[in-house]
Nanobody
Framework: QVQLMESGGGSVQAGGSLRLSCAAS????????MGWFRQAPGKAREAVAL??????TNYASSVSGRFTISKDNVNNLYLQMNSLKPEDTAMYYC??????????WGQGTQVTVSS
């Protein structure tokens, strides 16, 4: 089992920065893949940034160069978001799993970017 709890969301003006955190508990098998997804009102949930246990990362093209995903040695996950845009407004979810099907999800943290 994996438990995930996000924090760090909030409201910021365009061009600003936020850092999301995800406190994670779980074994190595179930945290092989970890990542951040987001869902804006009326839109489908989309992958923002993914990280594998060996440190390899993947980013959505819309955030590449602005967002950075990282994790520490106890599997806590982070998302540094810079140069935020109004279109980044969404609920952000932390996720983990043994593969890209992502079995475990947090409750989400809201990010609102005003123009």
């Amino acid at each position: 089992q994996v438990q995930l709890m996000e924090s760090g969301g909030g409201s910021v003006q365009a061009g600003g920065s936020l850092r999301l955190s995800c406190a994670a508990s779980g074994d190595a098998y179930n945290t092989e893949w970890m990542g951040w997804f987001r869902q804006a009102p009326g839109k489908a949930r989309e992958a923002v940034a993914l990280i594998r246990r060996d440190g390899r990362t993947n980013y959505a093209s819309s955030v590449s160069g602005r967002f950075t995903i990282s994790k520490d040695n106890v599997n806590n996950l982070y998302l540094q978001m810079n140069s935020l845009k109004p279109e980044d407004t969404a609920m952000y979810y932390c996720t983990a799993g043994p593969d890209l099907s992502f079995t475990y999800w947090g409750q989400g943290t809201q990010v609102t970017v005003s123009s």
